[in-house]
């Protein structure tokens, strides 16, 4: 039997490596999450008070949606690149460009979500005699509720990858295996450094959309999700 | 009884119900930025205390916007509006809107909230405590045919439309307003529901005395609800302001005529009881189509058409008490009209 190549661009040794190796995966699978989950809770605090805030007032909410469309266009190197003479390289590079990331589907989907609200319900709360305010965090926000916990979803998706990319400003997550394997390809374990880090994205990826259907379903009040009277 | 819209009704109060407040509209007028025309152009009128007055006319005569700057979901242009003593457009509109019931065609109940959370809407921002306010829903539940059993603890969409609509009504009655605002509330609903709910809100209003502006486009329901009708041109002109019986009898002019349509007779019926008949002979009375005399003669009428015979029988409680033909419901009719047609 011919032995194989141990060239570092095959698996060859996975267990082993797993073996030896599963404390720094873990730990850079757990900065991974709490890199995300930081971010997306900066950008959903953010993002729902913008669409709170523009939801009915047509140029404010056409100029935050555009900023939050361009914002998301960046490449994810060059902004971090960019913030670098600004904030330094570490963690703060990495929340800010994640919370800019993670803007856009939480306002377009708060905004959509507060505008669907019916007509007839929103005059309803006005003849009721409610302030904006109560309108707002009595009615419209728990109404539009399922649509912005859609675009936090989108938006923690969109970001767990991303964030990979925080390797480069010496960031933290996953994507410093990443990159090293990449970096080191030839070498022996290079490509298993890549292959499991990139795994473990992908796998966290799927654990937080799991965790989003069932925050979605626990959290959607249940008259909106009772079906109607036949 | 205070005339004061903005008094919190004491707790002792909450027992029984407030009667309505008389409300003055004086030249209120609306004109839309932008818009050329006025919407509204000075429309002026006294609402009676405890009556229900029906603004009927057709779609974009101004109906509902006059209605709407009662409670100042549209702000008035000019003019001057007065609920009780008190100028509306003083006050803060929404202490106002707290105290003016609301109910609107598409209901608009909150999906997110039971049946019961809806109805506690205004006592709640009222701050009302919480037993005082399920006592109070209960009741409300109760009176508009609802068992708080089976339907405080369901949700809007769990709910047929006219049982909504119910929830609509009881809502706007939760902290006992002196003043309702109405529009089209039962318009969405089907004819059979339509009535019954018609015939069910009569009865409550003659137990409650509310103040109550009520909109449609339907002269019918206009003539069976109203106290008063006032029969809108465009601009929300009045035409015709009268008691259903005398905009019947003497439309003001070819406008409300055509409005009431060609069966002013057949809707004039409909206003009359039996009992307010000659009736013939109970030994003439056949034994077979019978009506109460408390029944309107539009009804008697439809079933004296429908048995072929010459005359019905009155019965009430089993006893024939009398018979009534076609002349004698003609008679009726014509007494009826004059008697409140002439001033």
Request: charged share 20%; glycine share 10%; net charge neutral.
């Amino acid at each position: 039997m011919e032995a194989q190549p141990l060239d570092g661009t095959t698996l060859h040794g996975l267990d082993a490596y797993l073996l030896r190796r599963w404390d720094r995966i873990l730990e850079q699978a757990a900065e991974h999450l709490v890199v995300v989950a930081l971010s997306v809770g900066i950008a959903a605090a953010i993002g729902i008070a913008i669409g709170a805030l523009v939801w009915n007032r047509p140029f404010p909410r056409s100029v935050s949606l555009g900023v939050a469309g361009v914002l998301i266009t960046i490449p994810s190197l060059a902004l971090l690149g960019l913030l670098i003479p600004v904030l330094g390289i570490g963690w703060t590079p990495t929340v800010v460009s994640l919370v800019l990331y993670a803007l856009l589907p939480i306002v377009r989907n708060t905004v959509v979500g507060l505008r669907e609200v019916p007509a007839a319900v929103m005059e309803s709360a006005l003849g009721m005699g409610y302030t904006r305010t109560q309108t707002l965090l009595r009615v419209q926000l728990p109404m539009a509720w399922p649509v912005i916990i859609t675009g936090i979803r989108v938006s923690t998706q969109l970001i767990v990858g991303i964030a990979t990319v925080a390797a480069y400003v010496s960031g933290p997550g996953l994507g410093n295996d990443i990159f090293q394997g990449l970096a080191s390809l030839g070498s022996i374990n290079a490509l298993n450094r890549t292959f499991v880090a990139t795994v473990c994205v992908v796998v966290l990826a799927l654990l937080l959309d799991a965790l989003f259907i069932l925050i979605r379903r626990s959290t959607t009040p249940r008259g909106i999700r009772v079906r109607p009277a036949a | 009884m205070s005339d004061r819209l903005l008094e919190s009704a004491p707790d002792e109060e909450a027992a029984g119900s407030r009667t309505g407040l008389g409300i003055r509209l004086t030249d209120v007028s609306k004109t839309y930025p932008g818009g050329s025309a006025p919407a509204v152009d000075g429309f002026t009128m006294d609402i009676p205390a405890g009556e229900l007055v029906v603004f009927v006319g057709p779609s974009g005569c101004g109906k509902t916007t006059t209605m709407k700057m009662i409670n100042r979901i549209i702000e008035p242009t000019s003019g001057s509006i007065t609920i009780g003593d008190e100028d509306v457009l003083t006050l803060d509109p929404v202490r106002l809107r707290r105290r003016v019931g609301y109910v609107i065609q598409q209901i608009g109940l909150f999906p997110h909230m039971t049946i019961a959370q809806n109805v506690g809407v205004v006592p709640q921002l009222l701050g009302w405590s919480a037993a005082r306010t399920a006592e109070r829903v209960d009741e409300l539940l109760r009176t508009v045919a609802l068992d708080p059993g089976v339907f405080a603890h369901r949700y809007p969409r769990q709910l047929s439309g006219g049982q909504q609509q119910r929830v609509g009504v009881a809502r706007a009655l939760a902290a006992d307003p002196p003043v309702m605002l109405m529009d089209e509330p039962f318009g969405a609903t089907d004819p059979i529901t339509r009535e019954r709910l018609q015939d069910e809100f009569l009865e409550l209003q003659r137990r409650l005395r509310k103040t109550i502006v009520f909109v449609t486009h339907d002269f019918a329901e206009a003539v069976r609800l109203g106290d008063r009708i006032a029969v809108l041109g465009d601009r929300s002109r009045i035409v015709q302001y009268d008691t259903p019986r005398r905009v019947l009898a003497a439309p003001a002019d070819d406008y409300v005529a055509s409005f009431i349509g060609s069966t002013a007779a057949l809707t004039g019926l409909g206003l009359v009881r039996v009992a307010d008949a000659e009736l013939g002979p109970a030994s003439e009375a056949p034994d077979t189509a019978g009506v109460h005399p408390d029944t309107d003669l539009r009804t008697a009428l439809d079933l004296l058409v429908s048995s072929c015979g010459e005359r019905i029988a009155v019965r009430d409680g089993g006893r024939v008490v009398g018979s009534l033909g076609l002349a004698a419901i003609a008679a009726a009719l014509a007494a009826h009209t004059s008697s409140n047609g002439g001033a």
